[in-house]
């Protein structure tokens, strides 16, 4: 079953939403599913080099104690599906241009999905900025990318246009916000759904290709 993602690598509800789709593909052995991750960046205009993150909230929510407010939801449901994340760890606001872009170039590799989980679990376990060239290398060599040929690609501006019009297609297309799943090209889950959602939409799948 196809399975499209529409995310950002900086977006807890998308680390969530990714933990719900896998445990509703637990509770269906059957399905053998094909994930691909398609980039959205909910901050564009982020400076390349990010900014410090309580500056980011500060400007996005008003002050920090607003987001602690917006971001308890996130605490509840990452402690539902056992994620310990860290989001006090978390010092810098990056850009996720290039994360994205390591993302489009692990797709060709058949490692997207691991990519994807180790740039979730840098970012929101431990505070790892993932708009740093030289952080993404290594979340790549740990993921099983050869380290010195994803050095080459990131350092060159390989895909970044490419990457960009993704995004921008996107939201041609109508995604607002993410994260979106795209099931077998005929459905679509907006936000961090809940597994029982993903059930019923694999089901409908299932009965639309019969």
């Given at each position: 079953m196809k399975i499209d993602i529409?995310?950002?690598?900086?977006?807890?509800?998308?680390f969530i939403g990714k933990?719900?789709?896998?445990?509703?593909?637990?509770?269906?052995?059957?399905i053998t599913a094909e994930i691909t991750w398609?980039?959205?960046?909910?901050?564009?205009e982020m400076p390349p080099d990010g900014i410090e993150r309580q500056i980011y909230l500060k400007a996005k929510f008003g002050s920090s104690?607003?987001?602690?407010?917006?971001?308890?939801?996130?605490?509840?449901?990452?402690?539902?599906?056992?994620?310990?994340?860290?989001?006090d760890d978390i010092k810098r606001m990056p850009n996720s241009l290039q994360s994205h872009r390591l993302l489009h170039y692990a797709r060709r590799h058949d490692k997207q999905d691991v990519v994807a989980e180790n740039l979730f679990q840098s970012y929101f376990f431990y505070g790892i900025d993932i708009g740093s060239i030289a952080h993404l290398i290594k979340i790549a060599a740990?993921?099983?990318?050869?380290?010195?040929?994803?050095?080459?690609?990131?350092?060159?501006?390989?895909?970044?246009e490419l990457v960009r019009g993704h995004d921008l297609q996107s939201r041609k297309l109508g995604v607002s916000g993410v994260p979106c799943f795209i099931i077998a090209e005929e459905y679509a889950i907006s936000g961090a759904q809940e597994s029982e959602v993903f059930l019923q939409v694999f089901?409908?799948?299932?009965?639309?290709?019969c």
């Open positions: 529409i995310s950002d690598t900086v977006c807890p509800w998308c933990r719900r789709l896998e445990r509703a593909l637990a509770m269906r052995p059957n398609h980039p959205f960046q909910l901050n564009p104690e607003r987001a602690k407010d917006i971001y308890r939801a996130v605490d509840q449901a990452s402690v539902g599906e056992k994620l310990d994340l860290q989001l740990e993921s099983g990318l050869d380290g010195e040929d994803v050095r080459s690609y990131m350092e060159s501006s390989e895909d970044i089901d409908a799948a299932k009965e639309l290709s």
